[in-house]
């Protein structure tokens, strides 16, 4: 057995903390947001969340940590955690409710064939490049509005807009490749 399928199975191991203590951040940036209007120190506590998110990614890789449940989890904590923060900038930026709500449907339909797919073909599939970018630009677009608090109007405009524009790719690509899943294993029994 190597080291990697050592892992596969596991759900205690140093990313899957990571991605735990993730979880746990969540109610500090709201808390921060929301209730200490504190915009840097939430700023600092989202970036060690997706500074966590990157190191516990590079963790699994390099020591073979990859399991299962980390596969499933690591995303949960990331999506949440941008839920959460995408909610906290309504306040400030009411059209920050658009990408809210795409964030919400395009985690609940990939999610939906996500699973429909893991049942099909008893595989589960880790994150790719677009969906890899949608984080990226999504913790750039949020981090950016946290940082320059009097960002002009169109620029904040761009930029949503442009995170939209990545997150209906994603959304695009994920619902396909699930699909072709499902349906190589349909059509190969």
Request: glycine share 4%; proline share 3%.
């Amino acid at each position: 057995m190597t080291n990697a399928n050592t892992y596969q199975k596991k759900i205690l191991t140093i990313p899957n903390i990571l991605s735990f203590f993730r979880l746990c951040l969540i109610p500090v940036i709201i808390w921060l947001y929301t209730g200490k209007r504190d915009y840097f120190w939430t700023l600092l506590v989202l970036l060690l969340s997706a500074v966590t998110d990157i190191v516990d990614g590079i963790i699994a890789r390099k020591c073979n940590m990859i399991s299962d449940f980390g596969k499933a989890f690591d995303p949960i904590a990331d999506k949440l955690t941008q839920i959460a923060m995408l909610f906290c900038l309504v306040s400030r930026f009411h059209y920050m409710i658009y990408p809210l709500m795409l964030l919400i449907i395009k985690e609940l339909c990939t999610g939906i064939t996500s699973l429909i797919s893991i049942k099909r073909t008893s595989t589960v599939k880790g994150a790719v490049w677009h969906g890899k970018l949608t984080t990226v630009s999504l913790y750039a677009m949020m981090a950016i509005h946290l940082f320059w608090y009097n960002i002009p109007h169109t620029i904040s405009l761009i930029m949503v807009g442009a995170c939209i524009g990545i997150m209906l790719m994603s959304f695009i690509l994920y619902t396909m490749q699930n699909v072709k899943a499902i349906k190589n294993k349909t059509f190969d029994t």
